[in-house]
């Protein structure tokens, strides 16, 4: 009888800690995010990356902290940039829980923007990812994003200027099996983005908005507030 009400309470024990680290998709969160781009002078190579700070509330549950920074190179005669950068990311578990993994990553982008209708800002972003995940098998990512400014006030993105922004990201990984039998699918998350803009200088703008984060787990709000600096 002993063993059996033993087996119960740790049953118990294990539910109630799985019940606590269910992620409130209700919740909002929120993302504070530093971009930045910068073009050596007389040269097609230059650096780009963003420092965020993420969490699963509007402040002291840390979700993510990403520092992500590349080399970047512009072809000649072209609007093309192409980058190849390293990141670091600790990924905090979701309530009380101080724990947090880590991730070395190293990624390939291409950036492809375009103007249309005079108005219209647009950017594709491919990315492939190389991850090295504490705990896990090597995994690889691929990403594609469409970004959309649209100012409001003028026609360029500058200072004084207030611009919509849009952006969707979907994520797909490259494998399946992430080791010790676990296993993931090819559909990684989605992100869609609604969000208002404005030029603070002619290289220095801020946003607000929020962002809808889709997992095979979970769908959640989360607030970013994002500076983009081109210096």
Same mark, same amino acid.
């Given at each position: ?22 992620? %409130? ?11 930045f781009t910068k ?33 970047? !190179?512009?072809?000649?005669n072209t609007n ?5 950068? !390293? ?11 101080? @724990? ?18 005079? @108005?219209? !800002? ?32 003028g026609q360029e ?19 399946? %099996?992430?080791? %010790? ?13 609604? /969000?208002? /803009? ?34």
């Amino acid at each position: 009888m002993k063993k059996y009400l033993l087996i119960c309470l740790l049953w118990l024990t294990v539910g109630v800690a799985q019940a606590q680290s269910v992620i %409130d998709d209700d919740q909002l969160g929120a993302w504070y995010m530093y971009f930045f781009t910068k073009k050596f002078k007389g040269s097609q190579f230059g650096i780009q990356g963003d420092y965020q700070f993420r969490n699963w509330n509007i402040g002291g549950d840390l979700e993510q902290l990403l520092l992500r920074t590349g080399v970047t !190179y512009q072809p000649k005669n072209t609007n093309v940039t192409f980058t190849l950068g !390293y990141a670091f990311i600790a990924t905090g578990e979701f309530g009380e829980s101080d @724990r947090t993994s880590v991730e070395h990553r190293i990624y390939q982008e291409a950036l492809l923007p375009q103007k249309v209708g005079g @108005r219209f !800002y647009l950017t594709h972003r491919f990315r492939y990812e190389q991850r090295w995940l504490e705990n896990q098998d090597f995994r690889t990512r691929y990403r594609y994003t469409l970004f959309m400014n649209v100012p409001l006030n003028g026609q360029e993105l500058k200072k004084g200027v207030v611009y919509l922004a849009l952006y969707n990201e979907i994520f797909i990984n490259g494998q399946t %099996d992430i080791g %010790d039998g676990r296993t993931v699918q090819l559909f990684d998350r989605n992100r869609f983005y609604t /969000g208002l /803009g404005y030029g603070l200088r002619n290289n220095l703008r801020m946003q607000l908005g929020v962002m809808n984060q889709t997992t095979v787990a979970y769908t959640k709000p989360q607030l970013q507030v994002g500076v983009h600096h081109n210096f």
